[in-house]
């Protein structure tokens, strides 16, 4: 009896430093410091710093980072934290860096997107007149190729639907950074600024426009953003014919969690109706990709160049620089042009002037999604 009284304390104390070691097993035997991007969450992962002895003070801050998004078990904890605690106890999400839940079923992003929308995120105004001037010398660049530049900022799901936000969520009483660039952008006669928000906010009226588990617009949202955008290019190119309502329908249905509910775990548990427009009678067809190269590390390499043609030089051409928003968008916005280039460029909205020099497009087309706008600096920066 005393020796099992013995055993008992090493059985335990051995399984206690098993547990805890399967961490540090699991970074020593497997890649996930390859891992660069999260498919269930559609966002790219922290890289692992490397060791600078030299400068020591940012190594752990961005180790954390790192390890937050690798370590061992983290997508099944999350799981278990929230069909547990955030789903069937709280209503509380299990990831609040990331997901916030709202009423009536609605998730929303956090990180950067609240932080835009409460005014914690703004910049000094030369950063705001340096995104200005990029988007000018573009302008004067593809002006110069014959080419006439659009741009057009896609709002963030809490600007549209804020009245299911928690209730900790507060707009900024002052312009946020959003607002005081796209005031700047409004001043620059070189390029055309089409906004999407207004009439957004005017479409909800007929039915929901973005996801309730996903930070995206859905089908009729993006239809409404066709809408705003091919008729602002159509006052320039009278020949473009835009698609009404009755030219297409909305396919694709099924049940499906978006990347908000996967994210929190939750897409065992939530779903909601995934769909999308085609036209009915699509003349666009997709065409053979020219072989532009995708930026290294990019985690979506087959959707980083999409094209399509139609068989009519009475249409112009158009490159169309986009995100993950525009995704619903290609099928509609192919019928209204000969030749139809998107180019997912891993959210750097860069000019691609190598793409556009060897597209020779009538029209550059560049969509940014509301937090990303100043990503646009890097390529300014270089």
Not at 36 to 50: F, H, T, V
């Amino acid at each position: 009896m005393k020796r099992l009284a013995h055993i008992y304390p090493v059985i335990l104390s051995l399984f206690f430093i098993g547990w805890i070691s399967i961490p540090l097993i699991y970074e020593s035997f497997t890649k996930s410091k390859d891992a660069i991007i999260s498919k269930m969450e559609n966002r790219m992962l922290a890289r692992r710093p490397l060791l600078n002895l030299t400068n020591l003070d940012s190594y752990p801050a961005a180790y954390e980072k790192f390890y937050n998004d690798h370590f061992f078990g983290r997508y099944e904890l999350i799981h278990l934290n929230t069909l547990l605690a955030g789903y069937y106890l709280f209503n509380r999400s299990p990831v609040p860096r990331e997901v916030a839940f709202g009423s009536n079923g609605w998730l929303y992003t956090t990180n950067k997107e609240r932080e835009v929308y409460d005014g914690r995120y703004n910049l000094p105004d030369d950063y705001v007149e340096a995104m200005a001037a990029e988007l000018n010398e573009r302008a004067i660049a593809y002006r110069k190729l014959g080419i006439t530049f659009y741009v057009t900022v896609v709002p963030m799901k809490c600007e549209i639907y804020p009245e299911f936000l928690p209730t900790y969520y507060t707009h900024s009483l002052k312009p946020t950074f959003t607002d005081r660039v796209m005031a700047v952008l409004k001043k620059d006669s070189l390029f055309h600024l089409i906004g999407l928000k207004d009439a957004l906010l005017d479409a909800k009226k007929t039915g929901e426009v973005y996801y309730r588990t996903d930070n995206h617009w859905n089908g009729l949202g993006a239809w409404y953003a066709y809408s705003v955008i091919i008729n602002r290019i159509r006052l320039d190119f009278p020949a473009i014919k835009p698609l009404d309502r009755a030219d297409f329908t909305f396919s694709d249905y099924r049940y499906a969690a978006g990347n908000l509910a996967t994210l929190a775990g939750l897409q065992h548990f939530i779903k909601e109706l995934i769909f999308l427009p085609h036209p009915l009678h699509a003349r666009a067809q997709e065409t053979s990709k020219f072989g532009y190269r995708p930026p290294p590390l990019f985690g979506y390499p087959a959707e980083y160049e999409v094209v399509r043609s139609i068989p009519d030089n009475s249409l112009p051409r158009i490159v169309v620089i986009r995100d993950s928003f525009f995704a619903p968008l290609i099928r509609l916005l192919s019928e209204n042009f000969s030749r139809s280039v998107y180019i997912f460029d891993a959210w750097k909205y860069g000019p691609n002037y190598d793409i556009v020099l060897n597209e020779k497009p009538d029209i550059v087309l560049l969509e940014i999604f509301e937090p990303n706008l100043q990503n646009i600096l890097s390529s300014y920066a270089r």
